[in-house]
């Protein structure tokens, strides 16, 4: 009964390619979010969802899109893929402000290579 | 924009000893939350403990404490009884609300535990 489900965990591709990353979340959240962990492990938000609002941050290409079927769901798709785009993608999901304790809930990422 | 900062790429310490991973954080804001989180060599970001801005009482999750210093915005992690299941990247994270920046990470520190 895993919480954050991200598929696949691998996905080797070559440039110029279109892929996604699925995402599922079982919590009941409101919010999604995508993450791109680096070669150096720096983690940096891309996208933060909900069902009213969708924040993008300004750095992330307009080739990356969210693709949102519902609120469980929050998929991550890549036109025209560059040597750049290889990194671990991290799909996450966090409480409403109120029990932003618990903090964020964290897929087991999808290590993307782009030959 | 928030922004968090781990002075420290990597740390080596005895199996059983103590060691104390450092995290600085700049925010405007005056109710936050932190967070440690475990990124082993599995990929898998796992919370480690957490720290509301408005509690004074540092926070202690077994052998995980934080020494939390509003004032100078530090967080602090230690870990007491280092076991070799502890080697992993350490990341601290700061959250103010959501947003474009959501949840902000720190550049992380790779700990080794020595046998």
């Known amino acids: 009964d895993t919480a954050v489900s991200q598929t696949p965990k691998y996905l080797v591709t070559q440039m110029g390619n279109d892929k996604s990353i699925k995402c599922e979340q079982n919590?009941?959240?409101?919010?999604m979010y995508w993450y791109k962990q680096d070669s150096k492990k720096f983690l940096k938000i891309m996208f933060s969802y909900n069902n009213k609002e969708l924040i993008i941050n300004e750095t992330v290409p307009n080739r990356f899109s969210p693709k949102s079927p519902d609120k469980a769901h929050l998929n991550l798709h890549i036109n025209s893929l560059e040597l750049g785009d290889s990194a671990v993608y991290f799909c996450?999901?966090?409480?409403?402000?109120?029990?932003?304790?618990?903090?964020?809930?964290f897929g087991s990422g999808t290590r993307l290579t782009v030959v | 924009a928030q922004t968090v900062t781990q002075s420290q790429p990597e740390m080596s310490v005895q199996e059983a000893e103590t060691v104390t991973l450092s995290c600085t954080y700049d925010?405007?804001?005056?109710?936050?939350?932190l967070f440690w989180y475990k990124q082993p060599p599995s990929r898998q970001m796992i919370l480690v403990i957490r720290q509301e801005a408005y509690k004074q009482q540092n926070a202690t999750e077994n052998r995980f404490s934080v020494n939390f210093q509003k004032a100078a915005k530090s967080f602090s992690l230690k870990i007491s009884d280092s076991q070799l299941g502890d080697a992993a990247m350490y990341f601290c994270a700061h959250y103010s609300g959501g947003g474009a920046d959501g949840l902000t990470f720190g550049k992380g520190t790779h700990l080794i535990i020595q046998p």
């Open positions: 925010t405007s804001e005056s109710d936050y939350y």
């Open positions: 996450a999901s966090s409480p409403p402000e109120s029990y932003m304790r618990r903090g964020y809930t």
């Open positions: 919590l009941g959240h409101d919010t």
